[in-house]
C-alpha cells in the first residue's frame, strides 16, 4: 500500500517537472537579403532554426515581413512542443547598418500573437570602431 502512493507521487512529480514553463532565447538576425531565427534554450543549445530561404524558394522575398510571418509560425509550433512559453527576443542586423531588416518586427509581432510572454528584446547589431580602410584611394571616390 505505502509502495503504491510512493511511486504515484513520484509520478506527479515527473509530470509536474513536464509542465513547468521554459524559457527559450530568439535570436533573430535580419538584413535586407535575408531572414534567420535561431531559437535556443538559456545555456545555448540549438531548439529550432528557420531561415527565409526554407520557407519561400524566391529569393527576392527572404527578408519579406509576410515570410517573416510564417518563419515566425513555425518557430512557435517547434517552441509550443518544448514547452516555452516566454522569451528573450535578440536582434542583430548587418554590421553597420542603422536599423535592422523590415522582417524583425513582424516576427516579434507574430510570436506575442502566438501567446508567447516577451520578457526582454535587446538590439546585439555590432558597431564598426574604425575598422579597415575603405575603397576610393587616396583623394576618394571623384564622382
Known sequence: ?????????Q?????EK???EGEAVIN???????TIVHATDMSGRTLAKVTGGMVTK??????NPTIAM??????????????????????????????PGPGAHAIIKSLSREGFKILNILDTTRVPRGGPKKKGGRRGRRV
Open 1 to 9: 500500500m505505502k509502495s503504491e502512493t510512493i511511486e504515484k507521487k
Open 11 to 15: 509520478e506527479e512529480k515527473k509530470t
Open 18 to 20: 513536464k509542465k513547468r
Open 28 to 34: 533573430i538576425f535580419t538584413s535586407f537579403n535575408n
Open 58 to 63: 524566391h529569393d527576392r522575398l527572404k527578408a
Open 70 to 99: 510564417f518563419i515566425a509560425k513555425r518557430i512557435a509550433e517547434s517552441l509550443k512542443e518544448l514547452n516555452a512559453k516566454s522569451l528573450y527576443i535578440r536582434i542583430r542586423a548587418k554590421t553597420g547598418n542603422p536599423a
